[in-house]
């Protein structure tokens, strides 16, 4: 066995033998005996007072065991559901979540009720016949009005709807003082749908007996679910086990604890007997955590030779009817506005606002593809005011790969990079000189070619215990790992993290074998179950995994190694210190005949004659805390074709070219890429969550929320660098959310490239055919000219004389919640779009905010 | 009032006493206990639910399980071969890097199947086409058209040198 090669091996992934002959074992695939059903009764309404629930028609029904409201579960349920400080720790207004409602509902979908019966039909058919009156209240839907005095509260006992306002940094007085040109922009990021392919499924099982709880859920961290759900069910860890076996897909959306993550392991302890509860797709549209849902007002300054100064940014986030637990990571966003460049100063400032919609929480990237795709925008906004290639100001302005470690503007620190690099072979592949050419040909012939560049970093491999405890409310991000060395030599592995879809049995595996030298095949990797391994896990997101969970394997695994040359040492009658490891043995340097293998080790590990002063066993735990987070990078170029007669996009080229450090597999790390890539083109291009003014979820199936198919995917062009992190021993960096975070600037940037004869600077997400249409159909009635957006009615945000009149004051850090329509916040100017209006163009009147929640009815 | 229905269910014979609204896919995960059918939604959209029904693909939530009275029908879990051997399309997902947290696949694999059996080799069209009514969130697509266009050739391959065998 080639030993040392297989990290940066394509080794092919041992979950799949199971998973395409269907012997996957997801949640929902397990049954217990006497297992009974939930289904839970949701509110219809978005934000009501409930009066009266009746529910002896459906205690009465076939098949039902039991009806529970909030009064039932009181006593079994204690406490409010966790909300992690994350990136904000001066909340303000933070209403306590309980698991169901009871005297008022806060989002459509929000349980109200619980039927537990025989059988999933049974549940399903009494579940009807509970009667709910409710008393209808406003619905709050619009941030901006919010967050002015006197509007409607999310809930009836709030003080007022701002879950947090925190200013992180506000001074860009000399940054733009300094500036030729300042460029101003309002940027929108719809609500998305994380959409894991399996939705949320959850059984409990209570032993009665000896107090013993197990829930199986499918769920990307398992070890936070028992801490939370252990707690408030008053269940202690050593009782409480969690398994998440199979899981379908996670996105973000199976990290925080959900109401049904308490209320059927309740059920179950009420009942006495195991309930299951499967969501279905409707539920997981409407009730599972959205992503995004923000809003950005952002300003940059700099020179017209390219140099970018300054910049401000604000960024209003949707936190739905609760701040989710992990909610308010998304305000990392406000950390990196400035990217991989060098600016002097950015002022950033955050504000959550509670609504009467399902709250928002992670979603793949959260937060990280908001930045990048804030900045990339307003580079090209800023390049194409200044007459300058897009590339160009990158290149004028990038982090240079001599200045690492380099510490940004908020004191964050990036390890390694060679941003210029990574573009640079991402022009060359997608031969941009040649495209530049052929769109001047083609913008002859009328037609709308375009190209958008995105160049990218990102913060993950969380995270250091000193940054992540207090973002967590005390308990550190680090990962546990337990390698054990059975006698004859096969290892076990137990991780922290967990795997829905990375392939970690397949990476760690092969990080096991080169650590260890036996064969890759005499290795098992296990995770998602808490009664196995080490006493805590982290779980899996933030691209976290292989820096901090793969850092941690190779602890323990070291330690077990160093372990097994002493006893080899002994075994061989040497000096510790003369015996070297070497493939797999232990050998006397000098000697090389006089040596041990590592399963001849094992064995003797178990056995007699150790040194005097050594244990039994070879086995090792390690806890691994990173010194920083890990910084991946990269550069994506999308070219499109837009089609003036419809407005529909065709993406013509797609190029990426990404840094991730140390690839330990370079098949799975590309197949990342792919997944990542194709929901940030979803983003730009398809998928948008649309409420009604009442708070009606208007996309709330398949049919409604555009989910790409096949069809609309392009072909990837991938290629990569690889520059080291030096934060890791390993030298790796996180790839997870890399393909999201990159590719939303990039295909808007090119639609934008592609409509700029036609005066637009800017679309919002996503840039669909309709919008698109209009866009087009309204500038070419007007006659609008080339490149003149001064000319355009209304005056565009991107302009630079509006903005400069701006410089100087500090509109990012000062309050602005006074404002009524008439006065809205800096950026809205025009069509009174409110918060989720579109800013910097001219929408068409019924575009004014369809995709966020103005009053107004999206275009669905 | 439960019905009887007999069907042939990878080439067993199995009766059983359903109601008339069983969905079939749900007769075949909690009847049969054959849950490599999966569900992914509730609207048709998905196609994780897709097995073979007389040969031809269908969403097995689309159908009840009373339609299926008399029908053969195949799912993932009778794709391989008797002795355990994986279906040449099942080998290519394994290959290509078809699928990640493989809640799809089944359904993937299935349509795949029916799409080789019409069309031994399709285009990149055809295949986008073909599997238009299945979704998956993980891979982008990318890895699942290789897979397919690698399990075609490998049919083909077999066919030729095995006349008797085609037919997918």
């Given at each position: 066995?080639?030993?040392?090669t297989?990290?940066?091996?394509k ?8 998973l ?13 005996t006497?297992c009974a059903y ?8 978005a ?10 028609a ?10 529970y409201?909030?009064?039932?579960f009181?006593?079994v ?9 994350a ?16 005297e008022?509902?806060s989002y459509?979908g929000?349980p ?6 025989a059988?999933?039909?049974q ?22 009005a ?15 709807n ?6 992180y ?5 000399r940054?733009f003082s300094?500036?030729?040109?300042v460029?101003?922009q ?12 399996e939705?949320r499924v ?5 032993r009665?007996?000896?107090?013993n709880m197990?829930l ?5 961290n ?46 179950a302890?009420?009942?006495g007997q ?9 539920e ?5 955590t959205h992503g ?9 300054a700099?020179?017209?030779d390219g ?38 100063q950015?002022?950033?400032r ?14 793949r ?7 990048t ?11 194409a005011?200044?007459?300058?290639d ?6 004028k ?20 990079g ?15 000189e040649?495209?530049?050419q ?7 012939e ?12 990102e ?5 250091p215990?000193?940054?992540t405890?207090p973002a ?15 006698p004859t030599?096969s ?18 595996a092969?990080?096991?074998?080169d ?20 006493a805590?896990?982290?779980?899996t997101?933030g ?9 941690s ?16 040492a002994?075994?061989?009658e040497?000096a ?8 797999g ?13 590592f ?9 007699m004659g150790?040194?005097e ?8 735990v ?9 910084w991946?990078f990269?550069?994506?170029i ?5 089609d003036?007669?419809t407005g ?7 190029v990426a ?6 690839v330990?597999?370079?098949m799975?790390?590309e ?8 929901q940030?083109i979803?983003?730009?291009l ?5 409420y ?14 555009s989910l ?5 995917m392009?072909?990837l ?5 690889v520059t ?5 021993e390993?030298g ?25 004869p ?19 159909t309204e500038?070419?009635?007007?006659g609008?000219?080339?490149g ?22 500090s509109t ?9 329509s ?5 950026g ?6 409110g ?8 929408p068409?009147?019924?575009e004014?905010g ?8 999206g275009?669905? | 009032?439960?019905?009887?229905i ?7 014979e199995?009766e ?5 609204r069983?969905l ?5 995960r ?15 959209q ?17 159908l009840f ?8 029908l ?5 794709l391989?071969?008797?002795d355990?051997?994986?279906h040449?399309?099942?080998q ?42 299945n ?10 058209i290789?897979a ?10 077999a066919?030729?040198?095995q ?6």
């Amino acid at each position: 066995m080639a030993i040392s090669t297989m990290i940066g091996a394509k080794i092919h992934r041992r979950e799949d033998p199971r998973l395409v002959r269907g012997s996957g074992r997801y949640v929902d695939d397990l049954s217990l005996t006497n297992c009974a059903y939930l289904q839970v009764v949701r509110s219809p309404f978005a934000h009501a007072r409930i009066t009266h629930i009746d529910s002896d028609a459906a205690r009465r029904a076939a098949g039902v065991l039991a009806v529970y409201t909030a009064q039932d579960f009181v006593e079994v349920i204690s406490g409010a559901m966790p909300v992690a400080p994350a990136f904000v720790a001066e909340k303000k207004t933070v209403p306590d979540r309980r698991p169901i409602a009871a005297e008022e509902t806060s989002y459509q979908g929000e349980p109200v009720a619980v039927v537990v019966a025989a059988t999933r039909y049974q549940a399903a058919d009494a579940a009807q016949l509970v009667s709910v009156d409710y008393e209808p209240l406003p619905a709050v839907m619009d941030l901006e009005a919010a967050i002015q005095e006197g509007s409607p509260k999310a809930h009836l006992d709030l003080p007022d709807n701002l879950a947090w306002d925190l200013t992180y940094a506000d001074d860009t007085q000399r940054s733009f003082s300094e500036a030729e040109v300042v460029v101003k922009q309002r940027i929108l990021q719809q609500r998305l749908v994380p959409m894991a392919m399996e939705p949320r499924v959850i059984m409990a099982e209570w032993r009665q007996a000896d107090g013993n709880m197990t829930l199986w859920l499918s769920s990307q961290n398992p070890h936070f679910i028992r801490l939370f759900v252990g707690g408030a069910l008053g269940i202690p860890e050593s009782r409480f086990r969690v398994i998440s076996p199979d899981v379908g897909g996670g996105f973000g959306s199976k990290i925080s604890p959900y109401p049904e993550d308490y209320l059927v392991p309740a059920a179950a302890r009420l009942l006495g007997q195991p309930v299951k509860w499967t969501e279905t797709r409707t539920e997981n549209i409407q009730a599972t955590t959205h992503g995004r849902g923000q809003v950005f007002d952002v300003e940059l300054a700099g020179r017209r030779d390219g140099t970018m100064l300054g910049m401000r940014v604000t960024q209003y986030l949707d936190c739905g009817a609760y701040v989710g637990t992990f909610g308010a990571f998304q305000a990392c966003a406000c950390l990196l506005p400035g990217q991989g460049y060098k600016f002097q100063q950015i002022a950033s400032r955050t504000v959550g606002v509670l609504t009467n919609r399902v709250p928002t929480d992670p979603y793949r990237g959260a937060g990280r593809p908001e930045s990048t795709h804030l900045c990339e925008r307003m580079v090209d906004i800023f390049a194409a005011e200044i007459g300058v290639d897009p590339v160009e100001v990158r290149r004028k302005n990038f982090i240079q790969p001599d200045e690492f470690p380099y510490t940004n503007n908020f004191g964050l620190t990036y390890d390694s990079g060679n941003y210029e690099g990574t573009l640079n072979r991402a022009l060359e592949l997608a031969g941009y000189e040649r495209f530049r050419q052929e769109q001047e040909a083609a913008r002859k012939e009328g037609r709308l070619l375009g190209i958008g560049v995105s160049t990218w970093i990102e913060i993950c491999g969380f995270g250091p215990s000193a940054a992540t405890a207090p973002a967590t409310g005390g308990l550190a991000l680090t990962e546990s790992s337990h390698v054990r060395v059975f006698p004859t030599g096969s290892v076990s592995v137990y991780t922290g993290t967990h795997s829905h879809g990375q392939g970690h049995e397949t990476t760690f595996a092969q990080l096991v074998a080169d650590t260890l030298g036996v064969p890759y095949d005499s290795i098992d990797i296990h995770h998602g179950d808490t009664a196995e391994g080490p006493a805590f896990g982290y779980g899996t997101y933030g691209s976290r995994s292989l820096a901090v969970g793969g850092m941690s394997i190779l602890k323990a695994a070291q330690k077990v190694r160093e372990k097994a040359r002493k006893i080899a040492a002994h075994m061989l009658e040497a000096a510790d210190e003369d015996v070297i490891f070497d493939q797999g043995h232990f050998a006397v340097k000098g000697s090389p005949d006089k040596r041990k293998t590592f399963a001849e080790v094992a064995f003797a590990a178990y056995g007699m004659g150790l040194p005097e002063d050594m244990e039994l066993g070879l086995e090792a735990v390690a806890y691994f805390d990173p010194p920083n987070f890990v910084w991946p990078f990269g550069a994506h170029i999308c070219a499109v074709e837009v089609d003036p007669a419809t407005g529909s996009v065709e993406l013509l080229k797609y190029v990426a070219v990404d840094d991730c450090g140390t690839v330990i597999n370079p098949m799975i790390v590309e197949g990342q890429l792919h997944g990542g890539i194709a929901q940030g083109i979803a983003q730009a291009l398809f998928e948008e969550v649309v409420y009604d003014s009442e708070g009606t979820l208007k996309t709330g199936t398949l049919l409604d929320y555009s989910l790409p198919t096949i069809a609309e995917m392009p072909k990837l062009t991938l290629d990569s660098t690889v520059t080291p992190s030096p934060t890791n021993e390993l030298g790796v960096k996180g790839i997870g959310e890399a393909g999201t975070i990159a590719s939303s600037a990039a295909v808007i940037n090119a639609i934008c490239d592609a409509l700029s004869p036609l005066g637009l600077k800017h679309i919002d997400m996503p840039a669909s055919p309709d919008r698109l249409w209009q866009q087009i159909t309204e500038r070419q009635g007007k006659g609008v000219s080339s490149g003149d957006g001064a000319t355009q009615p209304p005056a565009p945000a991107t302009s630079g004389e509006l903005a400069t009149g701006a410089a100087g004051g500090s509109t990012a850090a000062e309050p602005q919640h006074g404002g009524t329509s008439e006065a809205p916040l800096p950026g809205s100017e025009g069509e009174g779009g409110g918060l989720w209006g579109t800013g910097g163009e001219a929408p068409p009147p019924h575009e004014a905010g369809p995709q966020l929640g103005n009053n107004q009815e999206g275009n669905s | 009032m439960k019905h009887r229905i007999a069907v042939t269910v990878n080439g067993k014979e199995r009766e059983a006493e359903v109601e008339p609204r069983l969905l079939l896919v749900h007769f075949l995960r909690d009847n049969l206990g054959l849950t490599g059918t999966h569900i992914g939604c509730d609207t048709s959209q998905c196609g994780a639910c897709t097995i073979h029904l007389d040969g031809k693909a269908v969403k097995s939530c689309t159908l009840f399980a009373v339609q299926a009275q008399g029908h053969e029908l195949k799912t993932i879990e009778g794709l391989a071969a008797p002795d355990g051997e994986l279906h040449p399309i099942q080998q290519a997902f394994w290959d290509e890097h078809g699928l990640q947290c493989g809640y799809c696949t089944p359904g993937f694999i299935m349509a795949a199947a029916y799409l080789l059996d019409q069309n031994p080799s399709p285009s990149e069209d055809d295949i986008k086409k073909g599997l238009e009514g299945n979704l998956c969130r993980c891979t982008g697509y990318v890895n699942i058209i290789k897979a397919v266009q690698t399990a075609s050739r490998t049919m083909s391959g077999a066919a030729q040198a095995q006349p008797a065998a085609s037919g997918a």
